[in-house]
C-alpha cells in the first residue's frame, strides 16, 4: 500500500514538475521575444498597419452645355460599414446593443438584422449595411460618434434631364464603367485622380493616417445648347407621336464649323435607369422579355441613331451630285433637262416619281421638283470616276471625325461596282447608305461655301479650378467646290421651299433653304421608307443646318413632305432664339390661285408630291393607292391650302402600260 501510494506521489509530482517547468520556459521565451526579437515583431505589426490603405474615390466630372447648364454630374454620398470585429471584441453588449438600435432607427434597419450579420461574420471589418445615403443622412451618423460604424465617401452619378440628350451623354453603369455617348469618349478626363488615406510610421514606431485628397475629374464643354436641344425634342416629339416611325432623328449644326448645336434620336431611354425600359415599353411587356430579348432590345436603344446607323438618303443626294457637275462644267445653269416619266438604263426600266413626267426642266426646276430623269442624265454625262470621286470628297465611305463613339463608315459602291444601273440609282441616293452626321456635314459642304468641316461636339475641357484645358477649334477638312458653285445651289434650294417638295418647312420673314426625300427601304416590296428633308437658313448667310429623319412612316398615308414641318417648327423657334433677323418684314407668301389637275387612275405617290408643290393638301377616302375619282373637279381653281378629296382604289384595271420600276425618292 505505502508502495503504491509513493508511486502516485512521485507520479504527481512528475506531472507537476513537467508544468511548472512549460511554464517557466514560456515566460523565458515571451520575455526573450520581448527584449530579444521585439523590435523585429513590433515592426511587422507596423508594417501590417501600413498595408490597408484606403482609396478615396474622384468625384466624376460634370457635363454641361455651352451655356454651362449642368447636364449630367456626381454628387457625393456614403456607404454605411460595420466593423464587426471590433463591436465584437471591443465594445461591451450592452453598448454594442445601443449602437446598433442608434444606426438602425436611423436608417430603418431591424437591429436583429444588424446583430446577425455581424455574428455571422465576427472578423469582418467592412460589412456594408447601407449604400448611397445622402450627406444629410451621414452627417447624422457622424453626430453619433458609433464605436465600430464608418462611412465610406462614394459617387452617384445624375442625368438631370433624364431622358433629353440621352444619346449625346451616355451613362456610367452601377460598376462605375462609362457606356456611350460622351461619358465613353471622354472617359478618362471625366475620372479624375483617386485619392488615398493610409498609415505611416512616425519616429519610427507610432502611425499616424495621411491623407491624400481626391483630385475631381475635369468638366465637360458641349457645343450643345439646352435650349435648342429642347426646341429640337419637341419638334420631333410631336412627328413620333402622330406618324409613330420606327426610328428618328434630328441634328442641328453650324454650317460654317461643324458645330453640333442639338442631336436627338428615337427611341430614347433615361439614363438614370439605364437598364429600365418599362416607362417607354409598358411595365407588363418589358417584364415579359427575357434576359437575352432585353439586352438585345437595350443594345439597340443604347446606340446613337445619328452616327451609328445608315440608310439611303433619297433625294437629299441630288444637290451634292448638281453641286460636283456644276464644278467639273459638265453642267451649266442654262441647261435644260426633259423628263418624260421613265429612262431606260442597260434595259432596265427606271422611273420618276411623276411617273407622266416633268417636261423641260431647267437646273432650278431639277431640284424644287426633285426630278429623278435629269438626275440619272447629269450622273450619266459625268461618267462613274467623277461620280465616285466626290462621293469620296463630300466624306462618304469615310468617318466624319466626330468626337462620340461608334460611328459607321456607310456603305458606297466601289468604282468598279458603279455600273450603269448603279450610277442612275445612285444619281437620286438609292443603292448605297451612309449615316445622318454624314449626310448632314456633305449637305453643309454644298452650302457654306464649299467647306467640308470636322464635325465636333465638345466645345471645352475645363479643370476643376475653371482653367480650360483644351478648346476645340473648329477643323477643315478640305474644300470639295467653289463658293460660286455653293451660291448657286444655295438659290436654287431655296426654291424647293418656296415652291417645290420642301414647300412645308417655309418661315416666314425667313430664307429657308433645303431638300425633301424619300427612299423606299430593301427589300423594295415592302414599301417601308425613310423620309427626311435637310434646311438651312437665312439662305443669304447660313447659321444653322438641320437635319430630320423619319425611318419607316407609312408613305401613302403620311405624305412626302412629313419630316418638313419637324425643320419649320425648329426654325421658327431656334432663329429668333439666335437672334438672326428676318430677311424681311413684308409677307413673302402672297395667296395665289392654282388649277387643279386631272389625277384619276394616278398612283397616290405622284399625286401627293404634286399636291405639295401646288401648295395644296388632300383627304384619301377609302383604300389604296390609285385615284378613282376627285373632288372638286379637274380644272377648278383654287386658292393655295386648299383640302381636297381623293378616291382611292387597290388597283387601276385601265392601266395597261408597261410597268416601270420605280426607285421612290422625290
Not at 523565458?28 to 511587422?44: F, N, P, T
Not at 478648346?471 to 431655296?494: A, D, F
Amino acid at each position: 500500500m505505502n508502495k503504491l501510494m509513493r508511486q502516485m506521489r512521485r507520479r504527481n509530482f512528475g506531472i507537476l514538475l513537467f508544468f511548472v517547468s512549460s511554464i517557466l520556459f514560456l515566460m523565458y521565451r515571451i520575455g526573450y521575444i520581448k527584449y530579444v526579437d521585439g523590435a523585429v515583431y513590433e515592426e511587422k505589426a507596423v508594417l501590417q498597419r501600413l498595408n490597408t490603405e484606403q482609396i478615396i474615390y474622384p468625384n466624376r466630372g460634370s457635363i454641361v452645355d455651352r451655356n454651362y447648364h449642368d447636364l449630367a454630374l456626381s454628387t457625393i454620398v456614403y456607404n454605411v460599414i460595420l466593423d464587426s470585429n471590433i463591436l465584437i471584441e471591443q465594445v461591451p453588449e450592452e453598448e454594442r446593443k445601443k449602437i446598433l438600435e442608434t444606426i438602425g432607427n436611423l436608417l430603418n434597419i431591424p437591429f436583429e438584422n444588424l446583430n446577425e450579420r455581424i455574428l455571422k461574420n465576427p472578423n469582418s471589418r467592412y460589412e456594408v449595411i447601407a449604400k448611397q445615403i445622402k450627406v444629410d443622412m451621414a452627417q447624422k451618423i457622424k453626430e453619433e460618434e458609433l464605436k465600430g460604424v464608418w462611412l465610406e465617401e462614394d459617387s452617384v452619378r445624375n442625368y438631370l434631364k433624364n431622358e433629353s440628350a440621352s444619346h449625346i451623354l451616355g451613362f456610367v453603369n452601377r460598376n462605375k464603367e462609362a457606356q456611350y455617348g460622351i461619358e465613353q469618349q471622354y472617359d478618362q478626363r471625366l475620372n479624375g485622380i483617386p485619392g488615398r488615406v493610409f498609415p505611416m510610421l512616425k519616429e519610427g514606431k507610432y502611425i499616424t493616417e495621411e491623407n491624400i485628397p481626391a483630385k475631381q475629374g475635369n468638366t465637360i464643354v458641349l457645343t450643345i445648347d439646352e435650349t435648342i436641344q429642347h426646341f429640337a425634342e419637341t419638334a420631333l416629339e410631336k412627328a413620333i407621336h402622330e406618324h409613330q416611325p420606327k426610328n428618328a432623328s434630328v441634328i442641328v449644326m453650324n454650317p460654317n464649323t461643324g458645330e453640333i448645336l442639338a442631336m436627338t434620336a428615337y427611341p430614347a431611354y433615361n439614363p438614370n435607369k439605364y437598364n429600365d425600359l418599362s416607362e417607354y415599353d409598358g411595365n407588363k411587356d418589358w417584364k415579359d422579355l427575357n434576359d437575352k430579348q432585353k439586352l438585345e432590345r437595350l443594345n439597340k436603344i443604347w446606340r446613337n441613331y445619328n452616327v451609328s446607323d445608315t440608310y439611303e438618303p433619297g433625294s437629299t443626294f441630288k444637290p451634292l451630285v448638281l453641286a460636283a457637275a456644276l464644278e467639273e462644267n459638265i453642267i451649266s445653269i442654262n441647261d435644260t433637262f426633259e423628263c418624260l416619266g421613265h429612262k431606260n438604263v442597260y434595259g432596265r426600266n427606271i422611273g420618276c416619281w411623276k411617273t407622266s413626267g416633268h417636261g423641260v426642266q431647267t437646273l432650278e426646276e431639277v431640284l424644287a421638283n426633285s426630278c429623278n430623269i435629269a438626275m440619272m442624265d447629269i450622273a450619266e454625262k459625268m461618267g462613274p470616276d467623277i461620280f465616285y470621286h466626290y462621293q469620296k470628297l463630300f466624306g462618304f465611305g469615310e468617318l466624319t471625325g466626330i468626337d462620340l463613339p461608334g460611328e459607321a463608315l456607310g456603305i458606297l459602291h466601289n468604282l468598279d461596282g458603279l455600273r450603269p444601273v448603279e450610277l442612275a440609282t445612285s444619281s437620286f441616293g438609292q443603292s448605297f447608305n451612309v449615316t445622318p452626321i454624314q449626310m448632314l456635314n456633305g449637305f453643309a459642304a454644298v452650302i457654306n461655301g464649299g467647306n467640308l468641316m470636322q464635325p465636333y461636339i465638345v466645345k471645352q475641357i475645363v479643370s476643376e479650378d475653371g482653367s480650360a484645358i483644351n478648346e476645340t477649334t473648329p477643323i477643315l477638312k478640305r474644300k470639295v467646290i467653289s463658293k460660286e458653285s455653293s451660291q448657286v445651289l444655295r438659290n436654287y434650294l431655296e426654291s424647293v421651299v418656296d415652291g417645290g417638295t420642301g414647300k412645308k418647312a417655309k418661315v416666314e420673314g425667313y430664307r429657308i433653304g433645303g431638300k425633301t426625300g424619300t427612299a423606299e427601304k430593301l427589300p423594295r416590296e415592302e414599301g417601308k421608307y425613310v423620309l427626311s428633308f435637310i434646311g438651312y437658313a437665312p439662305v443669304e448667310n447660313p447659321q444653322i443646318i438641320v437635319l430630320v429623319l423619319l425611318d419607316e412612316t407609312k408613305y401613302y398615308s403620311e405624305g412626302s413632305g412629313t419630316a418638313a414641318p419637324v425643320a419649320k417648327e425648329i426654325f421658327q423657334n431656334v432663329l429668333p432664339y439666335m437672334g438672326i433677323e428676318p430677311s424681311t418684314t413684308e409677307e413673302i407668301e402672297k395667296t395665289s390661285n392654282v388649277e387643279l389637275p386631272d389625277y384619276k387612275g394616278l398612283n397616290l405617290l405622284e399625286v401627293d408630291m404634286d399636291l405639295t408643290i401646288k401648295g395644296l393638301s388632300y383627304e384619301g377616302i377609302g383604300i389604296g393607292n390609285i385615284i378613282k375619282e376627285q373632288f372638286p373637279k379637274p380644272g377648278t381653281m383654287l386658292p393655295q391650302g386648299t383640302t381636297i378629296k381623293l378616291y382611292l382604289s387597290e388597283s387601276n384595271e385601265e392601266n395597261t402600260e408597261e410597268k416601270i420600276d420605280h426607285e421612290i425618292t422625290e
